[in-house]
């Protein structure tokens, strides 16, 4: 009965952690279910912003101006990018036309 009540804990304890990172911080986007999250993201001058691959799909993350571009990212990949400049800036996944973002830096 102990056991069982340990177990049941650990549990618990685990699937806090796991919802916990399945949260972007505030200066990183989560590629998951076809999508940017958030698809919108404001961020201070000078900022690094990192995106990482959350799903099996291979995506990319490539600025609509040709600032920034990802390459393929496979599940679990990352790409970071120093915004230093002040603007808007719209990106979009090469592969999967209806995947779309910005980036706002002010
Ligand atoms: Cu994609």
Redesign the pocket.
């Known amino acids: 009965m102990k056991t069982y009540l340990l177990i049941s804990v650990f549990l618990i304890l685990l699937l806090g952690a796991c919802s916990k990172s399945s949260e972007p911080g505030q200066n990183e986007v989560f590629?998951q279910n076809?999508s940017f999250n958030p698809s919108s993201l404001t961020v201070a001058q000078g900022t690094t912003v990192t995106w990482t691959n959350k799903e099996s799909?291979?995506?990319?993350v490539t600025s609509n101006t040709s600032i920034f571009n990802s390459g393929s990212l496979s599940n679990g990949g990352t790409f970071s990018y120093k915004f230093n400049t002040v603007g808007t800036f719209p990106y979009h996944?090469?592969?999967?036309s209806g995947?779309t973002g910005t980036i706002i830096v002010k």
């Open positions: 590629i076809m799909v291979t995506h990319t996944c090469s592969i999967h995947m």
